[in-house]
């Protein structure tokens, strides 16, 4: 056993030394050129869309931490595989952590914005890695004894002080240099310095019935802190706001271009806005509502004057992730923003400070793009997106739903009144109606809270008469059109789910 450990425990320590060391380097020289987010970037634009999705379901907004933890496995189990076949079959390990080094420098160079600089620290970490473990792995073959030396010409006590020593070192070096970065640390900076205007259009106030106050309800308003996240980007793009420019371009009479200064000195709008991500199952929480702070893209797309036969915008963000957004839906007169604001605040950093795009009714993968900087007006028939490269439809309007917040499922609940409360759906649209059935009876009508707009969701809630036993609480919604919420079930591939939420719960 031995034979193996010890070897395998200096590939480990090899390479977490040069991969801690190349951190550093990317924190402090070279911004973007990170081998664990670069890797990991790269992986998730080439993992399939069923994989992706079978991830978000299981991980919900814990995707990026499960990514970096799998991913962490599988180096440190391929380190440990390259200090064992160096130890019995050299170069091979050494050559092994080369190709690593190979997969290092391909991820940096293909990211959006990025050069040949930015492939530096994963040579660096493979450089560093090789020649470590070739010392260490001759350390090892020098504790063997011989004739000459019985008991070794190096202890095992050095060896294994000596691995210690380099794995020590590079995890130090590998948690200060993502601690470090110091384009996540000055965009924060810049972002605490920024005092959002006044709106030149207000908001309308929430109205006072909006909400009820039952424990466990969704709040009407999803506080900053606890919006959800889905994003590609496992590094957060640290965007200096006085560097930021939008350009738009593609098919129009002329181009615009308008820095963050620009933007803000803009007669900004405020709105309240219901986002959904279209990953969120039926029953799920990927969709947030938040008062938003923006200028409306409408009138900077009249600016550009779109060409007649354009029916879309892309739009890139800093990190190079796209969406394919109709161009009517940023035309009309709904509330799609460039959104500098988010209840109160400058955009969270997490949420695309210093810009990102809202946009009501549709799925974000089509329309909410952060850290935006190019608005493309051009035509579906001649570009794709980021999703709709990986089987998702070109379109995401978003799908009239509702969802069960209280009683949670498999809760027990005493019998008597009981409070079912939750959130319905149908951004752009609005909701009339939400119903609720109990088991397999009659569907019978909940209250609705009043609405803010056709944009945002509505809560509602329903007195049940609860009698001992199991039971099964199914909710559905009508939308302001009069249709009713399918009860027919589908996958969120290829743009969304449907079918009925339902809460299973005991009733004592």
Known sequence: MAEFWRPAAAGVASVVAGVGLAELVSAFVVQNGSPVLTVGALLI???PAWLKQAVIALFGTGDKAFLIVALAVVVLAGAGLAGWLEFRRPPLGRILIGLGGVIGVVAAVTRAGNGVVDALPSVLAAVVAVLLLGWLIGMLRDTRPTRVAPRGRVS???????????AAAGAVALVVGQASASGFRGAAAARAAVRLPAPATTAPPIPAGASFDIPGLSPVITPNADFYRIDTALQIPGIDPRDWKLRIHGMVEQEVELTFAQLLALPLEESTTTLTCVSNEVGGDLIGNATWLGYP?????????PSAGADMVLSTSQDGWT????IEALTDERNAILAVGMNGQPLPLEHGYPVRMVVPGLYGYVSATKWVVSLEVTRFADHTAYWTERGWSERGPVKLSSRIDVPAA???VKAGTVAVAGVAWSQHVGVSAVHVRVD???????????????????QWRYAWEATPGAHTLTVRATDANGKVQ??????VVPDGATGLHSVSVTVV
Request: aromatic share 6%; glycine share 6%.
């Open 297 to 305: 893209i409408r009138h900077l797309l009249a600016r550009a004057k």
């Open 410 to 412: 498999g809760r027990q």
């Open 323 to 326: 969406a394919s957004t109709p």
């Open 440 to 458: 397999d009876g009659p569907w019978q009508e909940a209250t609705l809270a009043d609405a803010i707009s056709a944009d945002t969701w509505r």
């Open 45 to 47: 634009d080439l993992a």
């Open 486 to 491: 399918t009860s027919a079930v589908r996958d």
């Open 156 to 166: 095992r006590r050095r060896f294994v002080g000596s691995t210690a020593a380099t």
